[in-house]
């Protein structure tokens, strides 16, 4: 293909090397999908980074990042009672704060088709917990397709559009971290653009859509009828695979990545069993598995993080009386982290010994690695702030967290964070903790990206209330964590240049009457303001604002006439205080044993906030190199 926008239009069958997040807005095009909506999360940003590779006059859907997930439902919902078909994804925990629209997207008849695209991370390697949506699934009756890797994406995505085109409900694709990154040839089908109907097809006679009183009880029965059919539908369902082995003693009931893991283990050891791969995994083909449980002694559960499927099928198995061995989750480590080849092979090996890989011989390292703690780039505004901040507070106060890149400021040396929830919690959280506290100063954290996410309730509520706390803005023009997509003060959005809408001018316009904003690298002003804010008896923000120094230099090195800069350190002047490596704590900075500092040139961005934390001033200026 000659570029990323040529493959995912072109309008012949082909295969390509691609992730799972790129196999998928192929789908969405060959769907005829005309509206996507997403908020930022790991793992599914790569969705949008793919989009972004087409023009978007060349586009075949309209895309947006919406200020939050619930929005993006929203917007997505919209578009299908309008008759399109349409999409949202988010990550895991998006769907928290989905959720009030999502439970109800089963009441409605959603004539477009709507799919919604769960990121899900068992492992938790992008996420502060562990959750299994499948809950929220089953209490909102919503069907789930659950595929291995990017080939199954592809598929899963067209079938769980043509469901939900069919039935006129929602569908969740449900993708976890390693389904997401993985790479995989993927064989996908040729495609012809039709223009679209830009019609509008929403008609209230399509409803009801209002969700009120008597009228949820026909919508709720409607709900559970489709939630029926469709488990009718599965049970025939040729995405579904029997692995027959001729092992009538022993079978395994799995799906996603666990099955993929179950492979790899399998061949390791030699180990035959037969094997029930579900592509649905909610509701369940319960003749299917009745089949399969009525044909084995013994039948494995192999599925991550709760025991949704393990309950469901041991419910089965005791209402129609099936004689049959069920092994399932044994203990804590079963219900934790990643269903990896090692992990399935442990799992296995408890149940079924003769099963078990051969051990490997030990490999000998000869040099031990040290951990590698999480870092904020070099350069980062976030670091400044903190280090500044730190010598305006006492270690009594309390400092509340929030979500985004100054998560990090809870690590040592800056201590900046004691508490942590959830995005745009940190406010309400300090609400709380002002109560009846007289002696301790709050302090909450929040980014600019999350302040138009979620942050504005808990600010409004400060205000209303007459909270006691002080809330720093941590202010660096994008959402930085996952992967610099803008926001409603970036000037621009997916698309387009559009109107800023500041910062500042939101908090004014709330009747936040205490305001201070600085630069974060004037670090002592900074630190004066900061002990001037919470002097204030009431609620007080400080906008603590710098670029975002990765985003920043990435673009400036796209400049013919960019120049590497540097700092260095004067061996003469240093009396190895070690400020710029134990409380300013910068990367780019490398103590040798003898105490000596020196900088990292393939680290150092030349920005020289580090040099008003010298003590000894024997870090230089950068100089052209």
């Excluded at 007080?540 to 796209?558: G, S």
Aim: hydrophobic letters at 40%; glycine letters at 6%; a neutral charge.
């Amino acid at each position: 293909m000659k570029n990323f926008a040529d493959m995912l239009l072109s309008r012949e069958a082909f295969s390509e090397i691609v992730m799972g997040n790129t196999a998928v807005v192929r789908a969405m095009i060959e769907a005829k999908t005309r509206v996507v909506t997403s908020y930022p999360g790991s793992p599914t940003p790569e969705i949008a980074s793919a989009i972004a590779g087409i023009k978007p006059e060349d586009r075949p859907f309209y895309f947006e990042f919406s200020t939050n997930e619930k929005v993006a439902t929203e917007v997505a919902y919209g578009a299908s009672v309008n008759g399109h078909l349409s999409t949202v994804f988010f990550k895991s925990v998006g769907l928290n704060v989905a959720a009030d629209t999502f439970v109800q997207l089963g009441l409605m008849n959603l004539i477009g088709g709507m799919v919604v695209i769960l990121g899900d991370d068992p492992g938790a390697n992008s996420s502060q917990n562990e959750q299994d949506n499948r809950h929220l699934a089953r209490l909102s009756y919503t069907p789930i397709f659950e595929p291995a890797d990017p080939q199954e994406v592809y598929h899963y995505y067209l079938a769980a559009a043509r469901l939900s085109q069919q039935l006129h409900i929602p569908v969740i694709l449900r993708l976890t971290t390693h389904v997401c990154h993985a790479k995989q040839k993927v064989s996908f089908a040729a495609w012809q653009p039709v223009p679209i109907d830009r019609t509008p097809a929403f008609d209230v006679n399509n409803g009801p859509y209002m969700p009120l009183t008597s009228l949820v009880f026909p919508m709720k029965r409607r709900a559970l009828n489709n939630l029926h059919q469709v488990a009718e539908m599965n049970d025939k369902d040729q995405l579904n695979r029997l692995i027959d082995n001729k092992n009538r003693r022993q079978g395994i009931i799995t799906f996603g990545l666990p099955f993929l893991s179950l492979l790899d283990t399998l061949a390791e050891s030699g180990g035959k069993p037969d094997i029930l791969k579900l592509a649905m995994i909610y509701p369940l083909p319960n003749q299917l598995i009745t089949d399969f449980l009525t044909s084995h002694e013994e039948v494995l559960i192999l599925e991550e993080l709760d025991d949704i499927m393990e309950s469901e099928i041991k419910r089965l198995a005791f209402e129609r009386q099936i004689r049959v061995k069920i092994h399932g989750k044994t203990d804590i480590e079963s219900w934790v982290g990643e269903y990896t080849a090692d992990k399935v092979a442990g799992l296995l090996a408890g149940v079924w010994p003769e099963m078990a890989a051969k051990p490997q011989p030990a490999t000998a390292f000869s040099v031990s690695v040290p951990p590698r703690p999480a870092q904020m780039c070099p350069g980062c505004g976030h670091r400044s702030a903190f280090h500044a901040v730190k010598q305006a507070l006492k270690e009594t106060d309390i400092k509340v967290a929030d979500i985004g890149c100054h998560t990090l400021g809870f690590m040592p040396p800056y201590n900046m964070g004691q508490l942590l929830m959830c995005m745009g919690a940190s406010t309400g959280i300090g609400a709380g903790m002002s109560l009846f506290n007289d002696s301790r100063r709050v302090v909450c954290f929040l980014g600019d990206s999350t302040f138009f996410h979620a942050g504005i309730p808990g600010i409004i509520n400060a205000l209303f209330n007459k909270h006691n706390i002080t809330l720093i803005l941590m202010e660096n023009g994008t959402t930085a964590m996952t992967g610099h997509q803008d926001h409603a003060a970036s000037g621009r959005n997916f698309n387009q240049e559009t109107e800023r809408i500041p910062v500042r001018s939101v908090l004014e316009g709330l009747g936040v009457k205490n305001i201070f904003e600085v630069d974060t690298y004037q670090q002592q002003k900074l630190t004066d303001m900061v002990k001037e804010a919470v002097a204030i008896e009431g609620f007080a923000v400080v906008i603590a604002k710098h670029a975002c120094m990765l985003k920043l230099m990435r673009e400036q090195r796209r400049k013919e006439s960019f120049q590497a800069k540097m700092v260095s350190i004067d061996q003469k002047t240093c009396n190895k205080a070690h400020v710029c490596v134990s409380a300013f704590a910068c990367p780019t900075f490398v103590m040798h044993e003898d105490g000596t500092v020196d900088v990292n040139p393939d680290l150092c961005i030349g920005d020289g906030s580090c040099l008003q934390t010298c003590p000894a001033k024997a870090i230089q200026r950068p100089e052209n190199r």
